[in-house]
């Protein structure tokens, strides 16, 4: 079935510093992929998205590009700020279907 | 807009006992969603009613029941509560379609003793 698989986390980075959280995944035919965030005490927020491949998704100063080829949406920021310290997802769906399918989450903590 | 809201915000029940948690949007979306969300578990699907009258089930719909009451509204009961249900809840909603973004509420943090 489909899967998505991230990096363990706590991610703990300096501000400034370049950030990559890995995201693989499994699924037949073409899935569209989203990272979502969340913020302490909050609900999931779709920071990006890409709906085919070599698409490149980008929010905020993040990027992550559709990489058929190696099945990854690896999500990027150049520098990193405090507030960027939050909860990342990676997701797929099926164009064929309506829910997403979530990876563990990554947890991210920026200090200053 | 409020977009997607959720009550309660905190619940907790005792074994067998019997709630329902509530989900309104106001976005005119046809489709919602229950999740939970388990640590080290990412969220994985409940149910979800792709359009007003219909629902089906997602990866973990044991021990609960949907009802998708009118276009707003999508509740989320649990008829005999037990401690494996112990979790954060969240309500999403999307327009229909494969590459709609889901927007999701703040969540139901739910404890069963």
């Known amino acids: 079935g489909d899967s998505v698989t991230q990096m363990e986390g706590p991610v703990t980075l300096s501000e400034e510093a370049f950030l990559t959280i890995n995201c693989t995944y499994t699924?037949?035919?073409?899935?569209?992929l989203f990272w979502y965030v969340q913020y302490p005490g909050e609900g999931l927020q779709l920071l990006l998205k890409?709906?085919?491949?070599?698409d490149k998704g980008s929010n905020k100063g993040f990027e992550a590009t559709y990489r058929k080829e190696t099945t990854s949406f690896h999500l990027e920021k150049g520098s990193v700020q405090v507030s960027d310290s939050a909860v990342y997802f990676c997701?797929?769906?099926?164009?064929?279907?309506?829910?997403?399918?979530f990876g563990k989450g990554t947890s991210l903590l920026v200090t200053p | 807009n409020a977009g997607v809201t959720q009550t309660p915000k905190f619940q907790v029940l005792k074994t067998g006992q019997s709630m329902t948690l509530q989900c309104a949007q106001d976005m005119n979306h046809n489709s919602m969603y229950w999740y939970r969300q388990d640590p080290g578990m990412g969220l994985r699907l409940i149910y979800y009613?792709?359009?007003?009258?219909?629902?089906d089930k997602g990866e973990v719909p044991n021990g609960y029941n949907v009802s998708r009451l009118n276009k707003r509204e999508f509740s989320l009961r649990l008829e005999s509560a037990a401690p494996s249900q112990t979790s954060v809840y969240f309500c999403a909603s999307s327009d229909q379609g494969g590459n709609n973004e889901q927007f999701f509420g703040p969540g139901t943090r739910l404890t069963v003793l």
């Open positions: 699924a037949t035919g073409y899935p569209s």
């Open positions: 890409a709906t085919k491949a070599d």
């Open positions: 997701a797929l769906r099926r164009n064929s279907g309506y829910a997403l399918n």
């Open positions: 009613s792709a359009s007003e009258g219909t629902t």
